[in-house]
């Protein structure tokens, strides 16, 4: 169990960071439209579909790397109080019957609706450029897979928190600068201290 649960939140890290790249390729197309649109007097017809796509494709991509790392909202005022066996029975419950029929949903209406808009080579009404969308729409059926595989590492957390009353956590991989620095200062202080 635990070893599918490191195996998960490897998948979803290596396509979090991955897709993580795209903000950069936001950035310098977004720059360049800036640019050309007024210094050049000459805009582009591609950059506000292509963006949309990026962050549609980087917000979705991420989503199982957030999901391991117990990113997404929750109102946990009460929940939080409990103790970790009881969270993981409240966790198990809500995956059962919102989390996976949700999921599996998206895999198949996305399923659905990337084969249809391969099959007729679909492209954006937005702009003139007609920029294609429909491997934007693969990346919904590509999101929803990590996302249940994600999912069944949850449910294999919740049943340990259940029997052992404890939450194994995902390994820490990004740090905060500030937690970075301190940390350097501490280990700096310790060194000088002995």
């Not at 897709?19 to 007097?41: C, D, H, K, P, Q």
């Not at 995956?95 to 949903?105: D, E, K, L, N, S």
């Not at 590509?142 to 999912?151: D, P, R, T």
Request: proline residues 3%; charged residues 15%; hydrophobic residues 50%.
């Amino acid at each position: 169990m635990i070893s599918f649960i490191r195996f998960a939140d490897t998948l979803s890290a290596w396509f979090g960071k991955a897709f993580a790249w795209l903000i950069l390729l936001m950035s310098i197309g977004t720059g360049y439209e800036v640019f050309v649109r007024y210094v050049m007097n000459n805009p582009t017809a591609w950059a506000l579909d292509v963006s949309f796509i990026m962050y549609g494709t980087l917000f979705m991509m991420g989503g199982a790397y957030t999901l391991s790392r117990g990113g997404h909202v929750r109102g946990d005022f009460l929940y939080r109080l409990l103790k970790p066996r009881t969270q993981g029975m409240i966790d198990l419950v809500l995956y059962v019957i919102f989390f996976f029929p949700g999921v599996t949903a998206m895999i198949f209406a996305g399923w659905k609706y990337a084969a249809r808009s391969w099959q007729y080579g679909e492209v954006s009404v937005n702009s003139p450029a007609g920029v294609p969308i429909y491997q934007f729409k693969t990346v919904i059926v590509a999101a929803g897979i990590l996302l249940f595989i994600q999912g069944m590492a949850q449910v294999c957390r919740c049943i340990i928190a259940i029997r052992s009353n404890y939450w194994l956590e995902a390994e820490e991989d990004v740090f905060e600068t500030e937690d970075l620095m301190m940390r350097e200062a501490n280990q700096a202080e310790k060194d000088h201290i002995t």
